[in-house]
């Protein structure tokens, strides 16, 4: 498939092979329809929050292909492109050697006459009778004494259950909310670093058009 010249029709290209509707579309990227819209009719040029969104979103989608209309729309086809060897052909065989071929399949097989004599002289030979054998008589088996049960032992009560110390429940709470706080902290410094690289390819690609 030819890669559309315009952005605008990449965008909607994209839309067709991820198989949204537009509103779907916009709706995976935060975003309103009528931005999408707007953006599939070339009213308006997509804005960096919205490719940042994009890549985020759908990272998949090769940034080459998307901002400048180079190479394939998704990354593993570029890959895949790039790193499958040719596949050598084979060689034909020559005439000759199909013709001897076909004559050696087509000639038949002859036993030698050695064989033929060997196996004509052997006589058969009859199986040896053996004499019937008498069934042995059977063994009445003695019954097994009946194992003695153990002594089911006594219940005992369950222990009375301890009671927590309220300052180590409130020290226990504090901790538990200072590690989710830790953990929203990470998260946003791990959104932050994304953000950044995704910045940093962003402006290597638009570079690399200039």
Not at 31 to 58: M, S, W
């Amino acid at each position: 498939m030819p890669t559309p010249a315009s952005i605008g029709q990449r965008f909607t290209q994209l839309i067709q092979h991820l198989g949204l509707s537009k509103n779907a579309f916009a709706q995976s990227l935060d975003k309103t329809a009528t931005v999408i819209q707007h953006l599939v009719d070339e009213r308006n040029k997509p804005g960096y929050d919205l490719l940042c969104k994009v890549f985020e979103t759908y990272p998949n989608v090769s940034k080459d292909w998307l901002l400048l209309g180079n190479g394939p729309m998704l990354v593993e086809e570029a890959e895949a492109s790039s790193s499958t060897p040719p596949t050598p052909a084979a060689a034909p065989l020559p005439a000759a050697g199909l013709t001897a071929a076909a004559d050696l399949l087509a000639a038949p097989v002859t036993p030698p006459t050695e064989v033929l004599i060997a196996a004509a002289s052997v006589e058969p030979v009859a199986p040896a009778l053996t004499p019937p054998v008498a069934p042995a008589p059977p063994v009445s088996a003695a019954p097994a004494p009946a194992a003695a049960l153990p002594p089911v032992p006594a219940a005992t009560p369950p222990a009375p259950a301890a009671v927590p110390d309220p300052a180590y429940l409130t020290a226990a709470l504090q901790t538990q909310y200072l590690q989710h706080q830790l953990a929203l902290a990470e998260q946003r410094n791990q959104h932050l670093v994304e953000q950044q690289s995704l910045m940093q390819q962003l402006v290597a690609v638009l570079q690399r058009a200039s």
